[in-house]
Each structure stands twice: as structure tokens, then as C-alpha cells.
């Protein structure tokens, strides 16, 4: 069974054609081989976490008219 | 109508990832947290913006990255109504990095929920929830994303899951 990519990222059979976009077209032992290794996955995963200086909250000057409604 | 009142002024939802390609809706799309009165738009004092993160990567066990995905979501905090309150002004995703392989598809939209208020009465503070959701799927598999943050006036961040 191939295990190579083309240059346009498609996962080449073993005779190095590119594999069908449709699943159906592909013998059970091919499908067999692209869920075991090209399509399981395993995932890597990172927070980015920025934390910044709380701001103060102050009053609303209430007094100063405007759009309140 | 009143500031004590925090609502979303803009958007609710849009696009952020499209068939495994950045969506156009990302340069246009925002969401907020201002004062519910007619003149929100004279906030003052926006600081930012700050941001949070995620980078994900799915590797098969070929060895090659089929999804590699970095997004941010952005926000100005502590901008003042008659220089009281912390509100958000702006909020925004961007996305850093959207590669995605053969076979595989991925696709993720910002949800905004309603904010409210997690100061006082006088001093409020906007608080906005958001979702990022949406799924990585493959000819043979699918799975659903989903990250939960809430989005402070002041400048803080909570990140749910």
C-alpha cells in the first residue's frame, strides 16, 4: 500500500495514481488503509491566553444630560 | 434605554472558516457591548485591543498536518459612557493560519450572545459571551469544535471550555 502524497497534497494508491475523491471507487483494503493512517488524526492543541491590566470602572456621570432615555 | 443596559449593537453570528478557507465575513463582521442609548457611538477611552487564542492541529498518522488552524478574537475593553463604565466597543476574529488538507473540511462561525452587565447599576461592565463553533469532517469522519469565552469590559477573559 502507498504510503506517499503527490505534490498536490492527494494520497497516491500503490501505483502511485492519485487516490479517487470518491471513497466508493477505492477497494476495501484501501479503505481500510486511509482511515487507519491518512485520515486518523491525532490533535494538538494550544490557548493563547493574553492577560492585561484590569481597568478601573468608574461611575457614569449621570448629570450631564444627553441621551439617556 | 439606559447604560446600565449593555447590548449588541452589530452582528450576532458570521463566518470565520468556509470549506476549509478564511470567510470573507471576517473583514466585515463585528460585535459589541455599549450602552443601550442612542448615543453608544461617543464612547471614549477604548483601550487594546487584547485578544484570545486558540491554535489546532490535526496530524494523521502519516505524519502530515491535514488541519493546521490559528484564530484570534479581539476586543477593545474599558471605553466609557460620560466617563463611567468599561464597555466593548469592538470585537473581532482573525484568523492567522487556515490550512487544510485533501480529504478533510473544516468550517467554524462566531455565535455572540446577548451580553449583560457585571458591574453595578453606575459602573457597568460589559460582559459578552461568545462561541466559536463548528467542525472538522473528513471523508470518513466528523467531529464538532466548540470554545466557549466571555469577554469582559475590563480587559479580562474567561474561557468556559
Redesign the interface.
Same mark, same amino acid.
Given at each position: 500500500m502507498s504510503q506517499h502524497v503527490g505534490p498536490d497534497g492527494v494520497p497516491l494508491r500503490h501505483d502511485g495514481t492519485p487516490f479517487p475523491n470518491d471513497p466508493s471507487e477505492w477497494t476495501e483494503e484501501e479503505k481500510e488503509y486511509m482511515r487507519t493512517y491518512y485520515f486518523g488524526t491525532r490533535e494538538e492543541a494550544d490557548d493563547e491566553q493574553v492577560t492585561v491590566a484590569a481597568v478601573d470602572v468608574p461611575d457614569i456621570h449621570a448629570g450631564e444630560g444627553g441621551a439617556y432615555a | 434605554? &439606559?447604560?446600565e443596559h449593555v447590548i449588541n449593537a452589530a452582528q450576532l453570528a458570521w463566518k470565520i472558516v468556509e470549506d476549509g478557507k478564511p470567510s470573507a465575513e471576517i473583514t466585515t463582521n463585528t460585535c459589541n457591548a455599549v450602552p443601550d *442609548?442612542?448615543?453608544w457611538h &461617543?464612547l471614549t477611552d477604548a483601550? +487594546?485591543p487584547?485578544?484570545?487564542?486558540? !491554535?489546532? !492541529?490535526?496530524?494523521? %498518522?502519516?505524519g502530515?498536518d *491535514? *488541519?493546521d488552524l490559528h484564530f484570534?478574537v479581539h476586543w477593545e %475593553? $474599558?471605553a466609557? %459612557?460620560? @466617563? $463611567?463604565? @468599561?464597555y466593548i466597543p469592538n470585537c473581532w476574529v482573525t484568523v492567522l493560519r487556515c490550512d487544510v488538507?485533501? +480529504?478533510?473540511d473544516l468550517d467554524l462561525r462566531m455565535q455572540v450572545h446577548n451580553p449583560t452587565n457585571a458591574?453595578t447599576e453606575? @459602573?457597568? !461592565?460589559a460582559r459578552l459571551p461568545i462561541t466559536i463553533v463548528g467542525s472538522v469532517s &473528513?471523508? *470518513?469522519?466528523s467531529r464538532t469544535l466548540s470554545w466557549d469565552y466571555i469577554l469582559?469590559?475590563?480587559?479580562?477573559?474567561e474561557?468556559v471550555n
Open positions: - | 434605554m &439606559s447604560w *442609548v442612542t448615543d &461617543s483601550q +487594546g487584547t485578544y484570545v487564542g486558540r !491554535k489546532l !492541529k490535526f496530524e494523521n %498518522y502519516l502530515i *491535514v *488541519v484570534r %475593553y $474599558g466609557r %459612557y460620560r @466617563a $463611567g463604565g @468599561a488538507a485533501w +480529504g478533510f458591574g453606575t @459602573a457597568p !461592565k &473528513s471523508l *470518513v469522519t469582559f469590559g475590563d480587559g479580562n477573559h474561557q
